[in-house]
């Protein structure tokens, strides 16, 4: 199925991947354009954070290709990887607690954006107010919608061209997830191409143009999110009508 878009930011083609002789991925493909939010849905167990682990370089697939931006990345070192453009916020959001927010931030330019990182800071903070009253205090002082912010914003300091959030509303209040849903929106306003991988089905057909559903280390449903909120299976197994 083709995004909206004629150019593509990420393309999964027959990805395959485990754990030694276990296979958790069995043949996933799916496509992000430029521009372009598309929301990747699945409970826990599904395979959704191995397949994050391989866009990232963290795991060698044994079969398929990943391209990013018309380059092939299958398998290449993380780092490179970060260097492209191809950025991923981890579930559980992995700040240093200890690093005062304005550290924090200043990170995510270490591999990338380095040159331009106070314009970046003052663009991060202007999209996160709260990031700028807390600059000064520890990252592990921040409440769980605070940490979040941090992490995303820890993100954008690296200038990316695609943006992988795994699990950003996992463990925070229903008006803070209001609010972080609200962000993406914003961000893809800006252009940002995002592959948001949620359990948040609802919400995340509401900001995403496409939709692919994981089952099983499978993509068993996928289209538009418009198609997708009246799709009889997606109703039963997650919306629960």
């Keep these: 199925m083709a995004p909206h878009n004629g150019w593509l930011m990420l393309k999964i083609d027959d990805i395959h991947a485990g754990y030694g002789e276990f296979e958790v991925l069995r043949g996933v493909s799916l496509e992000v ?19 994050n682990r391989v866009l990232s370089g963290l795991l060698k697939p044994s079969a398929g290709t990943v391209h990013f931006d018309g380059r092939e990345i299958t398998g290449i070192d993380h780092a490179e990887i ?5 950025i991923h916020v981890p579930e559980g959001r992995k700040i240093f607690p200890n690093l005062s927010v304005w550290d924090n931030l200043l990170l995510g330019a270490y591999l990338r954006g380095r ?26 002082s921040l409440s769980g919608g605070e940490q979040q912010m941090l ?4 993100a954008l300091m690296s200038e990316p061209r695609l943006l992988i959030l795994d699990e950003p509303s996992l463990g925070l209040s229903p008006l803070l997830t209001e609010e972080l849903f609200g962000l993406i929106q914003q961000l893809r306003g800006d ?6 991988v949620e359990q948040n089905v609802l ?13 099983l280390g499978r993509i068993v449903i996928s289209g538009a999110s418009s198609d997708l909120l009246e799709a009889p299976r997606l109703k039963t197994a997650y919306l629960g009508f």
């Design 203 to 215: 919400q995340s057909l509401m900001v995403a143009s496409r939709a692919y559903v994981m089952e």
């Design 115 to 140: 040159t331009r990182k106070f314009g970046s800071l003052e663009r991060v903070m202007t999209v996160f107010p709260r990031l700028r009253e807390r600059r000064k205090q520890l990252g592990g």
């Design 82 to 86: 970060v260097s492209r453009g191809l």
């Design 33 to 51: 354009g430029a521009g372009e939010v598309v929301a990747l849905l699945g409970s826990n167990g599904v395979g959704k954070t191995t397949l």
């Design 191 to 196: 252009g940002l191409s995002i592959l948001l």
């Design 151 to 154: 992490a995303i914003g820890r």
